[in-house]
């Protein structure tokens, strides 16, 4: 049973223009959400989190949208730039955030920005 | 560098071989997670240590799976007669605290069971 899903493998978009990466989840007792970026050869790489007492989390060019009524949340870049490309990853910590750090990870999202 | 290191970065088994994967944590971090990831999926996790101490390893896929830590630093990830379905990029992440989000990852180590 997959509990983090990305249903896209892959995104394509022009440097300069939006990357929208999707995620559901199905478990209502996460309350607590990352995103980590990967490039080949390498390990994940934190990139921004949100908990479900927001909505709305922005670290630069990056948001994270979290509608917990739908069980999904986006990331946005903006501007894309071609050194985004990489693989995206959501994740959840089982148990919620007070767990012992076990995260449960999506399929993850390969980004390409072209220049 | 002083980021987690994991060695070797490539292993190639034969089938049925017995292999050990070293990851070496941040120094001081008291936490350290392996996880295994699949071709075209997301990390899974194995299993967990707080110092020398394994909590939880509910993620081991069989008995043929093997971890330690025994002085809360290094640890290794063992595998007994290695099978095909083992193959994987072998993470390991390790934290200060036990916060999630400040979990470290190492580059991971490619095991190819022949």
């Known amino acids: 049973d997959q509990q983090v899903k990305q249903n896209s493998p892959s995104l394509s978009v022009q440097e300069g223009r939006i990357s929208i990466l999707n995620c559901d989840y199905t478990?209502?007792?996460?309350?607590?959400f990352l995103w980590y970026k990967k490039y080949p050869a390498e390990g994940p790489t934190f990139l921004i989190s949100?908990?479900?007492?927001?909505d709305k989390n922005e670290d630069g060019r990056f948001t994270v949208f979290l509608n917990k009524s739908a069980k999904h949340l986006s990331l946005h870049i903006v501007p894309s730039q071609p050194g985004d490309s990489a693989v995206y990853f959501c994740?959840?910590?089982?148990?919620?955030?007070?767990?012992?750090?076990?995260?449960?990870f999506g399929q993850g999202t390969t980004l390409q920005v072209k220049p | 560098g002083a980021g987690v290191s994991q060695s070797p970065r490539y292993k190639v088994a034969k089938r049925g071989q017995d292999v050990a994967l070293r990851c070496d944590p941040i120094?001081?971090?008291?936490?350290l997670f392996w996880y295994q990831q699949a071709l075209g999926q997301g990390p899974e996790f194995l299993t967990y240590?707080?110092?020398?101490?394994?909590?939880?390893k509910s993620g081991l896929p069989s008995d043929r799976f093997f971890a330690e830590r025994p002085e809360g630093s290094v640890s290794t990830l063992k595998i007994q007669r290695t099978q095909q379905e083992d193959s994987a990029v072998y993470l390991c992440?390790?934290?200060?605290?036990?916060?999630?989000?400040?979990?470290?990852f190492g580059p991971g180590t490619r095991l190819t069971v022949l």
């Open positions: 994740a959840a910590p089982d148990g919620g955030s007070s767990n012992t750090g076990k995260l449960i």
């Open positions: 120094s001081g971090h008291v936490s």
């Open positions: 949100i908990s479900s007492i927001k």
């Open positions: 240590f707080q110092n020398e101490a394994q909590l939880d």
């Open positions: 992440a390790s934290s200060l605290v036990l916060a999630f989000n400040e979990q470290f």
């Open positions: 478990n209502s007792m996460f309350d607590y």
